[in-house]
């Protein structure tokens, strides 16, 4: 059975497909796609099948990372598919609480930075649509530090091979 993870934005054109193309990657750089499935999915509806942001495009293309696949929203099923529901920020992992529909639905939901060693707990990846593309670059960074934190808790929790 494979462990499934699924991040979560608001629209899944930034910050999610960004941690799930960053994911993908360092799950197959350890070569536990066997083991290891990603996706991302938004809470919103309003960019449904849309491609991500150019500017997240752009972020990942500048760090040897590809993204892959279209917005899709985060739906009451998923839960059950998943293993972990993460969040990329507070009003994210809220919303993602509203629509569980039992203790062990809630239980999967994590945010992102909580896997950063070096971040607050609780602390939000900011939503970089509004800005500059500096806001990609930085958004990048800080998912990348986190999807490192998040794949070590996984090999550790699952005991899969490192």
Do not use: W
Not at 14 to 41: F, H
Not at 67 to 93: H, K, P, S
């Amino acid at each position: 059975m494979k462990i499934r993870i699924c991040f979560v934005c608001l629209g899944n054109i930034c910050r999610s497909p960004t941690a799930e193309g960053i994911m993908r990657s360092l799950v197959e750089e350890a070569g536990l796609e066997e083991y290891i499935e990603i996706d991302s999915a938004g809470t919103s509806a309003e960019h449904l099948d849309e491609e991500p942001d150019p500017r997240t495009h752009e972020a990942a293309e500048e760090n040897g990372i590809s993204l892959v696949g279209t917005a899709r929203q985060f739906e009451i099923e998923d839960f059950a598919e998943f293993e972990y529901v993460i969040g990329m920020d507070g009003e994210n992992r809220d919303e993602l609480s509203s629509l569980a529909p039992d203790e062990t639905a809630e239980e999967k939901i994590f945010l992102i930075r909580d896997f950063e060693p070096r971040a607050r707990r609780d602390q939000d990846v900011p939503d970089p649509y509004y800005g500059g593309s500096d806001g990609f670059g930085e958004v990048f960074e800080i998912l990348k530090n986190a999807c490192r934190g998040l794949m070590e808790h996984v090999v550790i929790q699952h005991d899969l091979p490192s």
